[in-house]
């Protein structure tokens, strides 16, 4: 038996986006490397170093391909909600049209992002706080954390020492999915475990 990984999303990866005026912005390649976005299969061994010692394959757990929303309903500047990549503790998100190119952005104008609520700060939600002049969600009605849509959700001010987490979107036809997570969302030690 030999070993065995197939990276579903390598194809897409080879596509990688103009980068932006931004210096901050990477390359659609990074980002998705970024996602751990994978599906894979690893052989392991089970009672190494013994007389029983025999490799077994173990599956990788991955991001669900979630089916978010749909280009032709999204308005620009009008964020619309969903929960993702399950429906547990700190899962809600938000994708919208930013009307400019963005770090991540899909779409033919490479607009269209989606973000996690939850302020990396503690947790609190950003739901409602996107402003359209600025292309940020926040401030935070905590302490004030804002993140920069536009840049992988980079913070702008406040308390807050970590980018807001971007969700990886695909296009295809009219459908937007989710494919992943770009960075941990609050309150997970995993993306995948809530
Ligand atoms: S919880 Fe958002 S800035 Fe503190």
Known sequence: MTKSTVYKNAPSAKKAAKKGGHKCLVSRRNFLIGTGATTATVWVTLNAGTADAKKVPAQITTYPRKLIGKVSALKQDKPLD?????????????????????????????????????????????????????????????????????????????????????????????????????????????NLQS
């Not at 994708?95 to 990396?120: F, H, M, P, R, S």
């Not at 807001?164 to 937007?176: C, R, W």
């Open 82 to 190: 969903f929960s993702y990549p399950d429906e547990g503790s700190y899962s809600d998100c938000m994708v919208v049209k930013l009307g400019v190119e963005a770090g991540g952005g899909v779409g033919k104008d490479k607009d269209i992002v989606a973000y996690n609520y939850a302020c990396t700060h503690q947790g609190n939600s950003l739901s409602g706080s996107y402003k359209a002049d600025t292309k940020s969600l926040g401030a935070c009605s905590l302490h004030l954390s804002t993140y920069d849509l536009t840049r992988h959700g980079i913070l702008i001010s406040g308390q807050a020492y970590q980018s807001l987490p971007q969700i990886l979107l695909e296009v295809e036809g009219d459908n937007i999915y989710a494919t992943g997570v770009f960075g941990l969302i609050f309150g997970r030690a995993d």
